[in-house]
């Protein structure tokens, strides 16, 4: 069982809302709680799924125009070879 001289010492150790809030005021800043912490790091979780979405969005538009590069590569690969073959002389 938890004593009131044990919550005295405890409150010595830890940071109690009040002590942030004295902080506050002397330091002109705000200082975030255990719960705005946690919004705040589950706010960004969200913002990051969402850049990593649209990193693999990007990759596939890549991947895509990748494959389509190679295939206009092999088609011109071919129209050289044809013109190549037009621009020699006749027998």
Known sequence: MITDKDVK???GVFTTKEDLKKMEKKFEEKFATKDELKENINRLVKDI???IEMLGDIHKKMDDYMTEARGNRVAIGDHEK???HLEQPLP
């Open 49 to 51: 799924t969402i850049v």
């Open 82 to 84: 044809r013109i190549h």
């Open 9 to 11: 010492k405890l409150k």
